[in-house]
T-cell receptor, first 110, second 114 residues
Framework: RKEVEQDPGPFNVPEGATVAFNCTYS??????FFWYRQDCRKEPKLLMS???SGNEDGRFTAQLNRASQYISLLIRDSKLSDSATYLC???????????FGQGTRLTINP | DAGVTQSPTHLIKTRGQQVTLRCSPI?????VSWYQQVLGQGPQFIFQ?????ERGRGNFPDRFSARQFPNYSSELNVNALLLGDSALYLC?????WGRGDEQFFGPGTRLTVL
């Protein structure tokens, strides 16, 4: 079983739609959680950290359920510029390494 | 301010050859991590260095080695290249180690093994 699992997609949605990504992780010692965005042939960039209380940054909302070992990302009012691969990432305490899911590819259509 | 820099940007090698990839962290960052990203997959952790010492190692064969220099830059070496080593090699830097500091990625080195 992979440490971090994501639906690879691809997701193709119209501009303005709401899209949700889900992710599960297997290591209960995971302590930090993130969503990264990666544009084609570019490096990953931190989109947002994910906290148990949930957090929101503009059109983006991230949620963490530690009991279910589940992380989500919601994008509202999607823009063409949101087209990218979204990577679910966990950091296991003490290991100090980022464990990435395989990424979910999103394409926003005009 | 300069971000993480990596060199070269692209590299083509043949099976059995050796390669050295280089990374310069953001100024003031003392920790460097290396990741391998095969097409269609997320990055996989290879090594982490902090204060010139190896602090973590992923599930990669001994053909992969790395080091960190006194100026905190780092090199990743891969010996006896295989076709399967073709990937994007990413370097990430962070302020320190063990605190969950954000890791900032460089643009990567795209290695093709023929």
């Amino acid at each position: 079983r992979k440490e971090v699992e994501q639906d690879p997609g691809p997701f193709n949605v119209p501009e303005g739609a709401t899209v949700a990504f889900n992710c599960t992780y297997s290591n209960s010692a995971s302590q930090s959680f993130f969503w990264y965005r990666q544009d084609c042939r570019k490096e990953p960039k931190l989109l947002m950290s994910v906290y148990s209380s949930g957090n929101e940054d503009g059109r983006f909302t991230a949620q963490l359920n530690r009991a279910s070992q589940y992380i989500s990302l919601l994008i509202r009012d999607s823009k063409l510029s949101d087209s990218a691969t979204y990577l679910c990432v966990v950091n296991v305490q003490g290991a100090q390494k980022l464990v990435f899911g395989q990424g979910t590819r999103l394409t926003i259509n005009p | 301010d300069a971000g993480v820099t990596q060199s070269p940007t692209h590299l083509i090698k043949t099976r059995g050859q050796q390669v050295t990839l280089r990374c310069s962290p953001i100024s003031g960052h003392k920790s460097v991590s290396w990741y391998q990203q095969v097409l269609g997959q997320g990055p996989q952790f290879i090594f982490q260095y902090y204060e010139k010492e190896e602090r973590g190692r992923g599930n990669f064969p001994d053909r992969f080695s790395a080091r960190q220099f006194p100026n905190y830059s780092s090199e990743l070496n891969v010996n006896a290249l295989l076709l399967g080593d073709s990937a994007l090699y990413l370097c990430a830097s962070s302020l320190a180690w063990g605190r969950g500091d954000e890791q900032f990625f460089g643009p990567g080195t795209r290695l093709t093994v023929l």
